[in-house]
């Protein structure tokens, strides 16, 4: 394992400057911290790492340390390189003893036939082509949503509008009682913000949550989701219907059932990233079309003008990035554009940072509305790109259609308050005033 290396230059001619490993500060450990994204991306940051040209090393306090891809071109070639960038020891920063990657492996955490096995399962249910037949449920969700924030005039934007209509969708989706969207919800948020003291009393690097080690995120959460997964699942048994949760439990899918903790994990992922991923997109792409007045008008102009809202609705989602990074583990040694991968280092891809690459994307830190091609990684790339990108997407583009359509004006009441996360870049609270059309 090597340890240091002086400035060189790498076999694409780009200046290495000395980056460190074991031990030595490489001065980029801001990125791993919560606290740094209560106020903000630290885009400079991101920046001057994806200035060195080849992946940076970043040391952490409580792991061995990771490579930092933020380049496009790195993320990109992770993302689809899977025999050498493998899921399989996990896909969060932290790491997970055998038996606890055992007890939580999804499809995310598989590589190969038993990941497309476990996608196969649910993928065509989340296809372009089944999630553009819930255009009109989501159109009516969200005409239902927004009408009522209107009558409120004063509102958290989180709470009453973007919180509320991915998880509605998904229950309707997965055929799961819509009444129940409330604790699904506040489930999900103790699960995904386990940084947060907000949403979680179990927050993982202030307390010690060794007793949940087995559970997903760490978190007690994950026992209320499970027991209702259970649930949902011995019901599905007794009587199946023709939803997606149906085809999930049948005796044949995919070559044998799924075990009953396959199934709450896999519930587990569908509601946690289902959820919170959307909601914070629709937030943050207000915040974003609020600091552009320009962005704004066009919208306020057009409204109904689909290919527009398109084009809107992927720019979004490249500047808001809302799943920062997930982590891949080498499987062999290999040079990264100069840097010495080596057998079992972590990989963490960070799209957040990709999605502002120059040579990626002419003038990142413009938010055009238009622009085409954007080629962004929001949703990653590769075998594991996002299951359920048509359902943000659709979901994204409505909303903002429909918002467009009834809004006569907005206003900022407060600041946002920004989710304690270095994972999900997420808006906990944004408080507006609306006034209708
Ligand atoms: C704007 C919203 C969303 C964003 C930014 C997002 C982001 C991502 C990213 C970056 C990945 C790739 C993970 C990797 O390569 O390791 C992913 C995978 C995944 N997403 Fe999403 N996601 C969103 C919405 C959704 C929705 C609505 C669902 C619906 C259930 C969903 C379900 C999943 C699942 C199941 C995977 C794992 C796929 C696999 O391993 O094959 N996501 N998502």
Same mark, same amino acid.
């Not at 031990?23 to 994204?37: C, K, M, N």
């Not at 790339?381 to 299951?387: I, P, Q």
């Given at each position: 394992m090597f340890s240091y290396r002086s400035a060189s230059r790498s076999a694409s001619g780009r200046t290495i400057l000395p980056v460190t490993a074991n031990?030595?500060?490489?001065?980029? !450990?801001?990125?791993?911290?919560?606290?740094?994204?209560t106020t903000g991306v630290p885009w400079d940051l991101f920046a001057r790492m994806r200035e060195h040209g080849s992946p940076c090393w970043v040391n952490e306090t409580d792991g061995a340390g990771f490579w930092a891809l933020t380049r496009h071109a790195h993320v990109f070639h992770a993302s689809s390189t899977p025999r050498d960038f493998s899921c399989a020891r996990g896909i969060r920063l932290e790491e997970l003893d055998e038996d606890e990657l055992e007890a939580r492996r999804?499809?995310?955490e598989y590589d190969g036939a038993e990941h497309a096995r476990l996608r196969r399962l649910v993928g065509a249910g989340f296809s372009r082509k089944s999630i553009a037949s819930y255009e009109a449920s989501v159109r009516g969700l969200a005409a239902q949503v927004l009408d009522r924030a209107l009558e409120l005039g004063e509102l958290d934007f989180v709470e009453e509008v973007s919180r509320e209509l991915p998880i509605r969708m998904l229950c309707r989706i997965l055929g799961v009682? !819509?009444?129940d969207a409330g604790e699904l919800v506040e489930w999900g948020d103790a699960l995904i913000s386990n940084a947060d003291p907000e949403f979680s009393m179990a927050v993982v690097d202030q307390v010690d949550t060794e007793e949940f080690r087995l559970l997903p995120f760490r978190s007690p959460a994950a026992r209320a989701v499970f027991d209702y997964a259970s649930h949902i699942r011995k019901e599905r048994l007794r009587r199946p219907t023709d939803d997606i949760i149906s085809g999930m439990l049948a005796e044949d899918a995919g070559g044998r059932p799924l075990t009953e903790l396959e199934f709450q994990n896999f519930f587990l992922l569908l509601i946690v990233a289902g959820n919170e991923t959307t909601r914070h997109t629709i937030s943050h792409g207000l915040l974003a079309l609020l600091d552009h007045p320009e962005a704004y008008e066009t919208l306020d102009a057009a409204p109904g003008e689909r290919g527009l809202f398109e084009s809107a609705t992927e720019e979004i989602l490249r500047w808001t990035s809302v799943t920062m990074h997930f982590r891949r583990t080498l499987t062999r040694d290999l040079d990264l554009d100069g840097a010495p991968l080596r057998r079992g280092d972590k990989a963490v891809l960070w799209y957040i940072a990709a999605n502002r690459d120059p040579e990626a994307f002419p003038e990142p830190e413009r938010f055009d509305i238009r622009r085409s091609p954007n080629p962004h990684l929001a949703f990653g790339?590769?075998?594991?790109?996002?299951?359920g990108a048509w359902l943000a997407r659709l979901e994204v583009r409505v909303t903002f259609e429909e918002l467009f359509r009834r809004l006569r004006a907005i206003e900022l009441t407060g600041p946002p308050d920004r989710l304690r996360s270095n994972f999900i870049h997420g808006v906990k609270h944004l408080p507006v005033r609306l006034v209708p059309r």
């Open positions: 031990g030595q500060t490489g001065g980029f !450990e801001a990125i791993v911290s919560h606290d740094t994204y999804t499809m995310m009682p !819509e009444e790339a590769g075998r594991h790109v996002c299951l």
